[in-house]
């Protein structure tokens, strides 16, 4: 199998492209962009197809540009496989509620942080039943956010509560993946038949985010928290110190009751 030195260097003799041709190209595109890093030296590119030397990411998409080559094809030629980034995220748990960001641009023919759709289905299988899904779907990804009835999932986002994130517990346990509404951002008055028929909203802050019930008075933004998890109530200057990111409008959560609690010393 050709290293990528050679495939780039195939992509170039296939339009007859010499040298100094690739190397006054990418200096127009480094003009263009104000970024020298663009450019590609004589030196350089002969390294890139002969001697296995790895393209800096300018130097990559300049080469992409020139040849008419997918950026994200060519990122595979190196072992780099875009369409994993999303699992490889997902297998990763950090602390601290955040937003995933995943999915907003698209990279070449990939769209990144796309919830994976199973190709194949078998024809019995009844989704208005309880199923065991594992027998009917090879690849398995965020599935729990697909199966949200009536949302257009590509005009939302997402977002992971913390594994030592306890302020909605036992509402949203920690390890959950939220779907959030950015068309939601004004919060809402009441009155509400109950706690679960109350808006929780996901909220960036200069430390991070987090996501609670929220009271508006004046200028002053309340997130409370579940009474069960044990924590206070935070306040922030509104609009100042808080943005409303959106409204959470669907959760996976864990059924295994999700991380251990930890205590603080």
Known sequence: MDDPGQKLKRARERLGLRYRDVEEFSQQIADRRKNSEFGILLSRLSDIENRGVVPSIFKLYSLCAIYRLDLAEVVRWYGVEVSQLAVDAAALSPEKSHLIGLGREKFGSIQSGDIQVPLSLDPGLDLSKTTFLTRFIQSWGVLPLMLVAGLDLKNHRYA????????????????????????????ATGPWAGMVDRPVYFLE??????????????DTLIVQPHPASGCAPVVFQYPSEVDVIGQVTGVANRLDGGPPRRTRS
């Open 160 to 187: 992971y509560i913390g594994t030592d994130d306890w302020f909605m517990y036992p509402m949203l346990l920690p390890g959950s993946l939220l779907l959030l509404d950015e068309s939601r951002k004004k919060i």
């Open 205 to 218: 802050y200069r430390e991070g985010w987090m996501c609670g019930w929220c009271s508006l008075v004046d």
